[in-house]
Structure formats: C-alpha cells, structure tokens
C-alpha cells in the first residue's frame, strides 16, 4: 500500500503527492487511484536555490502512454479491473469512458489490447456510427446558435447591419441572419438597411437543443431529419467508431500489474554488461509469415528461366553463347537450310537492319561457304549472294546452335550437349516484338528418334509435365520433327508447348561433322512455359507496358506442386 505524505510547496497553495511502493512497482492497485474524478501527480519536491525552483520531471505511463510535465496519468488500467471486479462484464467501453472521464481513444484501446494479450481480459469489437461536432458546433452549445444570437441582438427599434456585424461579428451574422430570415424571426429593409424584430417573443434555440440531445444521448435522440438538417449545415459529420464489450479473462486479478517486458533484440551494451544471462527476451514466432519486402522482386519469366536453366544443368548440358542478337541471313537461314526464296524470309514480322544493311563477317572457311550453297542448288533452290549478307535481328536461336555446331567441327568433333535460353526477334501482332526462346541441343554419334523423344521427355519431366504426346511436324532443316504436346488436366485438353526434331544428314554434313554424327534439337517459348505455369492467360499480363505488376509481386519463390498447377 503506497504511503502518502502531504505538504505545501511555496505560496501558491499546490499539493505536491509524494507516493513511494514497498516493491516500486508501478502497478500496485494505490488506493489513491479508487476515486475516479482524482488526479494524482508525482513531482520532484521544490527545492529553493537563489530564489529558483527546479523544474518537473517528466514521465510517461507505461499503460497509457501519456507524458505529461511534472505529473503521472491516472492508472485507468486500476478504474477498469476494479470496475470488472464489482460487475463481471462491461457492456460498453464507450459508455464506461465517459461515465469515468476517461477519454476513448488509443489510450484506453492499447490499454484493452494489453489486457487481452495476457489473458485479463475478453473484448469483442462493437462497431457503431458516432456523431462528430465540428467547432462550429461546438461554439453552439457554449454560446447559443447564430441565428438566436442574431436575434437576440437586434433591439426593438431596429439596427442597421453594419451595427450588429461589428456587435457579433460578420461570420456570425451571416450565419444567423440567413437562418432567422429564413424562420421568419426578422425583416429586413433595403433601402434603410435596417433589421427589425418580427417576433413578440424570443425564439426557442432548436439547433441548440439538438446538439445539446445529440451530444448527450447520441444519434438515437434525434429523428433522422434533424440529422440530416445538421450534416447539411455541416455542424456534425457521422463517423464509425469502434467500442469493446469487455469481460474478465482468465486470468484476471483485481491487483493484475504488468509482467516484465521481454527484450526484443540483443545489443551490445547487454552483450557487454553481461545482463543478457538473466535476460528474458521475446520468444520468435518462426512459423509466422515474413515481411513482404518492397522491392527486389523477381519477374515470372525470370523464376522459370531459373528453373530450365537448372534443368539443363542437371542434365550434364552446357550453355551456348548467345550474345549476337544481329545475326546474318547466312547463319538465320541459309545454314539451317531454309531456302531463299522460303515464306519465312519475307515475313513482315522479321526485323531487318536499315544500317548496316550487310554484314561483312562470315565463316572463315570458304569451303563452308561452298557446301551451303551447293546443299541450296542441290534442292532447287537459287542463291543470292547478296541475300545471305543481309543483317536482321536473329528470328530463333537455330542461328546460335548452327554457329556451335561449326565451331564443335572446327575444333575436333567431340559428343556434346549444349542449351540456350535468350532472346529473339519477330513482330508478331498478338505479341512483344522480342521474347525468349528455350533450345536443347544434343550431338553424338547414331542418335535418333527414339532419343529425342527419350530426353524430350526427360527435360519436361523435371519441369512436372507428365503426360507428353509427340505429333508430327515439318522443318527445314530437321527429319523427322515433331510437335511436343502436353495434358493439362486443369483443363482437361491436349496443349502444344514446343517442337523438336532431329537434324537432316546434309546438314550435319555441310557443316563439317563426320559421317555417323547425328543431332537431336527441340525448343519453346519461355514466356509460353511461364504462362502454364503461373496460369496466366494472356500474354500482356505477363510482359510488356500493361503488365500486371500485383502479379509480379505474389508470385511463389518456389513452387512444390507443379504437377497440380497443370
């Protein structure tokens, strides 16, 4: 129980309370906190020192957060467990703060909040619409409203309005003025630019009255017209507000005081003073969910690029250079056998360059140059010197396998495995102008079919497509070649994903690998893998200026359950 020693601290007649605990806590139920209306103070004692006194200390309660100078808050925490104690549930925090003069604010919210976390206490939300008072109002229930003050003002023989603005003030004149002329309580000459009394008996103050009503006894005073009437004169505005039913908990005390805090972070004064042995500190919630970072995001297209890149890695695969986005029609086209006078070399969708229109690097090996364009003769195809020097941006990646498979035959042929995932070129109407394209290439002696379709499977397996379907197609430069077809059964229907084949003998010839070597190929879209998937349906929420950025953000680090995504 708190001692209490009483004194005068010089001529002005202040009480200073002095209030000291046998344990110090500050959450002792003081008995000088059981009266509601009292307001206890704890102050330095005035010492006299050449006629000066020294200043307050300043404290903050550590339930309240209030900081007042020289004064403590009321321990409210003590009114409300006192309070539960006598009547085990309170049915209202607003109506219980008011009765208390307790303001119902994030005070006595955090204080609730407290209460609840260590069990003391059991509130539930009670939302309601609050009515709010502006200052204008605020200034009617101490003085009166504008109109009635205007009337009241206006003596019998009459006054001028420039009188009874310098009497009340223009704001309030032309408030009240409007108001009683509208009512009917006053007249007003032009000409004399008088006001008169049209009543013999002052006027009710009504607005007065509703306010008075509304503040007291809330909304439910007053009929939803006056309501409107004082919103539309802007005297109140109606708020939602939240308020608690608050109950006991279980472990509720009348004399409850806060635990210890709990240390959250370990510093390096506590390191060094050694307290962090007796320490306790906050416990971790490592099941929680983390921060979400605001920045750093990767994009979809990236995460999937990562994931086929592993892919292949695992594979044993090694990747190709893919640096020349400006590529020659000698290495785009005429290399993987795609005649001059093909379809595809005229499509308006190819990118070619306005400068430098022609290149002047091609293979060193003239004999290269020769056996290419003798293979275009041999199939009836014609040759344009000029054509094949034509630069353009590369339209597939076959330009960069068909410049490794060279360089392999250059070197002495070796059995490799090589993929490439980069961008490329066409300006296609339903698309970007450039997008990624995913290629595997595998060369090695007596290959066929049978391992296409082999690695085929294997490389979409490890992607988490299960069910393939190989249906025949057609390439230039690969025989047989197909098209790589999946099951989705999120839809429930057959979806093409990409192509592979196995290359041409004549073109593996041509370029200079011996006899008996054979390649195997397939290739997609990334941005078509990503789009499986995340399950995005269409291509500009993925990429381009109407990308979804919400969709870059919430897209998984990591996917587990590929195969139930297809």
């Not at 070796?414 to 339903?430: H, N």
């Amino acid at each position: 129980m708190p001692n209490r020693h009483m004194s005068r601290a010089g001529n002005n007649d202040m009480t200073t309370t002095k209030i000291s605990t046998g344990t110090g806590s500050i959450g002792q139920p003081a008995s000088i906190c059981a009266a509601r209306t009292t307001k206890i103070f704890i102050q330095r004692v005035k010492t006299k020192a050449g006629g000066s006194e020294s200043s307050g200390r300043r404290m903050k309660c550590f339930l309240c957060a209030m900081s007042i100078p020289g004064q403590r808050c009321p321990k409210t925490h003590v009114l409300l467990l006192k309070d539960l104690e006598s009547n085990p549930v309170i049915e209202d925090s607003g109506i219980w703060a008011a009765s208390n003069s307790v303001p119902h604010g994030d005070n006595l919210v955090g204080l609730l909040k407290l209460l609840e976390i260590n069990e003391v206490v059991v509130t539930s939300a009670i939302p309601k619409d609050v009515a709010e008072l502006s200052d204008e109002a605020e200034g009617i229930l101490q003085h009166g409203s504008a109109e009635v003050r205007t009337y009241k003002a206006v003596p019998l023989e009459g006054i001028t309005k420039n009188e009874l603005e310098a009497f009340l003030g223009a704001q309030v004149v032309r408030i009240g003025f409007n108001h009683a002329m509208r009512a009917g309580w006053i007249s007003y000459d032009k000409l004399t630019d008088r006001i008169s009394r049209r009543l013999t008996t002052e006027p009710a103050d009504a607005t007065r009255d509703s306010l008075l009503r509304l503040h007291t006894h809330g909304l439910s005073a007053l009929p939803a017209a006056t309501i409107d009437m004082l919103k539309k004169r802007q005297l109140v505005s109606i708020v939602k507000r939240t308020t608690f039913r608050v109950e006991r908990g279980r472990r509720y005390a009348p004399n409850w005081t806060e635990p210890p805090r709990p240390l959250t972070e370990l510093t390096p004064e506590i390191l060094r003073s050694g307290t962090w042995q007796e320490a306790h500190f906050k416990d971790r919630n490592l099941n929680g969910p983390g921060v979400v970072p605001h920045g750093g995001y990767l994009h979809p297209v990236l995460k999937v690029r990562g994931e086929v890149r592993e892919a292949f890695l695992e594979m044993g695969f090694e990747e190709m250079p893919t640096g020349n986005y400006v590529e020659s029609s000698f290495w785009n086209f005429d290399a993987p056998f795609y005649p001059q006078r093909h379809s595809a070399r005229d499509d308006p969708g190819i990118l070619y360059l306005s400068e430098p229109a022609a290149t002047s690097r091609l293979p060193d090996s003239d004999d290269y140059l020769q056996r290419v364009r003798h293979a275009h003769a041999r199939d009836g195809d014609g040759w344009d010197e000029t054509e094949r020097r034509r630069n353009l941006l590369r339209t597939h990646l076959s330009a960069v396998s068909f410049r490794t498979l060279y360089q392999l035959a250059q070197d002495g042929f070796q059995p490799k495995k090589y993929f490439s995932i980069d961008r490329v070129f066409r300006d296609e109407e339903w698309f970007l102008p450039e997008f990624h394209e995913i290629q595997g290439l595998v060369v090695d002696h007596d290959l066929s079919q049978a391992n296409l379709v082999g690695v085929v499977a294997q490389f979409f397996q490890r992607l988490g497509f299960d069910k393939l379907r190989f249906r025949p197609a057609y390439s230039p430069s690969a025989e047989p070649s197909m098209t790589v077809l999946f099951f989705s059964e999120r839809i429930n229907k057959w979806i093409e994903i990409g192509n592979a084949g196995v290359f041409r003998p004549e073109v593996l010839s041509t370029v200079g690998l011996p006899e008996g070597v054979r390649a195997i190929a397939w290739s997609l879209s990334l941005e078509r893998l990503t789009m499986i998937e995340f399950r995005i349906c269409s291509t500009r929420d993925l990429v381009g200026q109407r990308q979804r950025l919400d969709l870059i953000k919430n897209t998984p680090i990591c996917r587990l359950d590929k195969q139930a995504r297809r």
